[in-house]
């Protein structure tokens, strides 16, 4: 088993640093199939009714990422290890000169299978941890995934447990990430959004999770949110939203199981994905008019360096100083 698709290696991170400067993507998600082996309360990105991607129609899909300038493309569903080509699709992503992961939700995950992903290629994996418990409503619990995400850890991968604070789960969040740093698991959160809108009904339960895990990661905790998208989640839930241009369409998009061009997931699409061209990209760098209320973590955390630089690098420069000063 060789490890070299890793998107944090020093080689790879150096050949993304003209994205700093140009109009071209760092990352595509692109979804593989529509099918998932789970019913959380909160997820409406899977739909059984309806089957896999064909491997062909992924292939066009992976070749026009290349051809727009992606350096990852992520396989995302549904639930992508569903798909009886992941590993396969992986390897083709790798031979384009990209680098490749999945987010999963790891019921199916398997020490065989693991290997096998990442000797197709596969340089990282989120697991999706919901809970302490499992429950009807969110079934993704460390109780559940603990051997599974304990395997992934002893493997040299960029690898992360992923944790949404919603009311399904806010009672367990420290539980969950106490129970990930005593494992030495790297934890990302994210605050819940309906269908692309941040959730605000119970902002201050909220707020007070988040604010427990920034001070956790001042701890030297593992927890793998950065401080300016920790500091935009509290604006945000405190009702001050910060200003911002989503890159999204840009830096980052989504390609849906039909083959569609999206800014996120949540955005209705417009464009076939293969009729895009570089030239259209370099449109979508202005706002988009749904910033305000957004709670898309990742696109978030994607544009914030471009849109708002002066402010990321406050808020980064600052909480690393409160850290290290223990204030």
């Known amino acids: 088993m060789k490890l070299l698709n890793d998107p944090l290696?020093?080689?790879?991170?150096?050949r993304s640093l003209p994205r700093a400067f140009d109009d071209l993507p760092l990352w595509a998600q692109l979804n593989i199939t529509h099918k998932c082996n789970l019913d959380c309360s909160y997820c409406t990105e899977y739909d059984n009714s309806k089957d896999h991607v064909p491997y062909e129609d992924l292939v066009a899909r992976i070749d026009h990422c290349h051809a727009l300038g992606c350096m990852h493309v992520d396989l995302i569903g549904g639930e992508p290890m569903l798909h009886p080509d992941l590993a396969k699709l992986m390897k083709y992503v790798c031979s384009k000169g990209m680098t490749t992961g999945m987010t999963t939700n790891g019921f199916l995950l398997t020490e065989a299978r693991l290997h096998e992903l990442i000797d197709a290629g596969m340089g990282k994996i989120q697991i999706s941890v919901d809970a302490l418990n499992p429950t009807k409503e969110?079934?993704?619990?460390?109780?559940?995934?603990?051997?599974?995400?304990?395997?992934?850890?002893?493997i040299p991968i960029w690898f992360r447990v992923n944790t949404v604070i919603c009311e399904q789960t806010v009672d367990e969040v420290e539980d969950v990430a106490n129970l990930c740093f005593d494992l030495g698991v790297t934890i990302n959160f994210s605050c819940v959004h309906d269908r692309g809108r941040l959730v605000t009904t119970n902002a201050e339960r909220y707020l007070e999770k988040v604010r427990w895990l920034k001070q956790q990661k001042k701890l030297g905790k593992p927890v793998a949110t950065p401080y300016y998208l920790i500091h935009y989640f509290e604006e945000a839930l405190c009702g001050r939203p910060v200003d911002w241009t989503c890159e999204a369409g840009n830096k980052c998009f989504y390609i849906s199981p039909e083959g569609n061009f999206h800014f996120c997931y949540?955005?209705?699409?417009?464009?076939?994905?293969?009729?895009?061209?570089?030239?259209?990209?370099?449109?979508?760098?202005?706002?988009?008019g749904c910033e305000e209320e957004c709670g898309v973590d990742c696109v978030v955390q994607t544009s914030m360096p471009y849109s708002n630089?002066?402010?990321v690098l406050y808020v980064e420069a600052k909480e690393r100083m409160s850290a290290a000063f223990g204030t």
């Open 266 to 288: 949540h955005i209705p699409s417009t464009r076939r994905f293969l009729s895009v061209t570089r030239e259209e990209l370099a449109g979508y760098r202005t706002k988009k």
């Open 138 to 154: 969110t079934p993704k619990s460390l109780k559940t995934l603990r051997k599974k995400i304990e395997m992934v850890s002893k």
């Open 9 to 14: 290696k020093a080689s790879i991170l150096l």
């Open 309 to 311: 630089r002066a402010l």
